[in-house]
Each structure stands twice: as structure tokens, then as C-alpha cells.
């Protein structure tokens, strides 16, 4: 039996409402699915799992958006002060979606605003999306073009994710992602011509893989 099974549930509103982090401190770590089940036996008295209609390992999907020159991944791999990323994530099971922004504040925290997006255009960004990210880009200090942020889809990421609430912490969420040989795996895409940067319109063909839980992976 899984670890997990023998945590208390929370449901998604209390996991907000106690720990909503927009801004906090990440720290990941790169594990196997048998590492990451061994130290579930130990997690503190009071740990709660996320569970939504009774799943607790949830789908989800992410596309990453960047420039020509690559700023964001640049930035990030030199670990520049006013890095920056923007994603649209889709919550696969329960089919909605969310454009988001996170940069970094004082002291190494990471901060995330984010706001809906329309489910079943994640590599599309509206007028009002590209506004979004250019004005959250702008209150953060991050340097932009004169005439604007521009980006497009650069990568694609799919995993499976467990959220837990540790009791009585000063960060009290953790979480689990796990993607293995039965994911799509990531990959970088050629980028298209500014004619042709996606801003509205129809979605372009996406993966569909959705089986079970793979034997290994990468948790973090």
C-alpha cells in the first residue's frame, strides 16, 4: 500500500486558504518514485495530502514561453537576479487552466502571480495575456524592449503531482512530480517567425499520453 493512503485528506480550498504561496522559497530535489515512498513513511504527524473527488496524484501540463535569444532559460541558468519565467500550467483532471509569472523577490524567494486561462490554448497568448506578463514583468524590475515583451512557446513539460500539507511548518507545502518513460518528454521547439507567434486562435496539436504511474521518474 501507498504511503499516501494512510494520510489524512485536505481539500483544495483549506490547502489555499492555509498555504496558498504565491510567495515563497523553492527547494527541489531529484529522487526515484522508491526514494520519494521511503521517506513518505516518515513525514510528520499531521501531514495531509491533497485529494480532489478522491484522486490525490493529479495530471498536469505546462508550456513554457521565451524569447528569440532565450532570456528566460538564460537568465535562470546564470541565476540572475531579475530572472524570469512565464508558463501556462493545465490542470488536466479538472480542466482548467492558469497563465502564470514568477520572478524573483528579496532574499531568494520565488513570487507567482497568476490569472485564468482560456482551457484548450496553452500555447496561445491573448492581448490581454501578453499584458498580463508584460505589466507583472514590469512591477517586478525585470529590464524589458522598448516596445514590449515578446515571446513564444518554448518548451513542454507533462508529470503527475502530489501536493502535501506539513503540519505546524513555516512552509508548509510540499510537493511530489513525477514524469517517466510512459511521459511525453520534453523538448525544445523550433521558434516561429513573429507573423506567426501564437497571441489568439486555435491551439496547436498537443501530446495525449495519460496512462498510468510510471515504474521511475523524476521527483521534486
Not at 537576479?81 to 523577490?105: F, I, N
Not at 497568476?114 to 525585470?142: I, W
Request: charged share 25%; proline share 10%.
Amino acid at each position: 500500500m501507498s504511503p499516501l493512503a494512510s494520510l489524512s485528506p485536505i481539500s483544495l480550498t483549506d490547502l489555499v486558504a492555509e498555504s496558498a504561496l504565491l510567495t515563497r522559497v523553492d527547494r527541489k530535489y531529484l529522487l526515484t518514485t522508491a526514494q520519494v515512498d521511503a521517506a513518505l513513511v516518515d513525514v510528520p504527524a499531521g501531514t495531509r495530502v491533497l485529494e480532489i473527488e478522491g484522486l490525490r496524484r493529479f495530471d498536469y501540463a505546462s508550456t513554457y514561453f521565451d524569447t528569440e535569444d532565450r532570456q528566460s532559460y538564460r537568465s535562470t541558468a546564470t541565476a540572475r537576479r531579475r530572472r524570469w519565467k512565464v508558463r501556462t500550467r493545465s490542470y488536466l483532471d479538472t480542466g482548467t487552466c492558469w497563465l502564470e509569472v514568477k520572478t524573483r523577490g528579496p532574499r531568494g524567494t520565488t513570487v507567482k502571480a497568476r490569472q485564468p486561462h482560456p482551457v484548450g490554448m496553452p500555447a496561445a497568448l491573448t492581448a490581454d495575456a501578453a499584458g498580463f506578463v508584460e505589466r507583472t514583468l514590469r512591477d517586478q524590475g525585470v529590464p524589458l524592449p522598448r516596445d514590449g515583451w515578446d515571446a513564444a512557446p518554448a518548451l513542454d513539460t507533462a508529470y503527475r503531482r502530489t501536493t502535501l500539507a506539513l503540519a505546524d511548518a513555516p512552509e508548509p507545502r510540499s510537493t511530489r512530480r513525477c514524469a517517466g518513460p510512459r511521459r511525453t518528454a520534453p523538448s525544445w521547439r523550433p521558434r516561429a517567425s513573429p507573423s506567426s507567434r501564437p497571441r489568439a486562435g486555435p491551439p496547436r496539436p498537443r501530446w495525449t499520453a495519460r496512462s498510468g504511474p510510471p515504474a521511475t521518474g523524476r521527483c521534486g
